[in-house]
Nanobody
Framework: VQLQASGGGLVQAGDSLRLSCAVS????????MGWFRQAPGKEREFVAE????????EYADSAKGRFAISRDNAKNTVYLQMNSLKLEDTAVYYC????????????????WGQGTLVTVSS
């Protein structure tokens, strides 16, 4: 499975941004897909995931109410819509895939994209 994340950039606080993760090698609806992020000097942390069965979603507390993960099976792509961005959302965002029904932690994921940088300015 190959993952290609894109869509990062420089935005202002309060703006919205949509990240994309293009999946190749397997169909996106056979994997639980997740988004993680890593801010400078911090460990990688879970942001959101969508399960391959039932499309159940999970979010980190920091993402609830502002971020939305979705999957387009026809395009074999997973999205992370980020609204009301805050300075603390600045990080490199990674998409990842696992065959597990529930991931939530980075060690549960087997495949990783290269990351896309999101910078939120005041």
């Amino acid at each position: 499975v190959q993952l290609q994340a894109s869509g990062g950039g420089l935005v202002q606080a309060g703006d919205s941004l949509r990240l994309s993760c293009a999946v190749s090698g397997r169909t996106v609806n056979t994997y639980t897909m997740g988004w993680f992020r890593q801010a400078p000097g911090k460990e990688r942390e879970f942001v959101a995931e969508i399960s391959w069965i039932g499309s159940n979603t999970e979010y980190a507390d920091s993402a609830k109410g502002r971020f939305a993960i979705s999957r387009d099976n026809a395009k074999n792509t997973v999205y992370l819509q980020m609204n009301s961005l805050k300075l603390e959302d600045t990080a490199v965002y990674y998409c990842a895939a696992t065959r597990a029904l529930v991931g939530l932690t980075s060690r549960a994921y087997d495949y990783w994209g290269q990351g896309t940088l999101v910078t939120v300015s005041s």
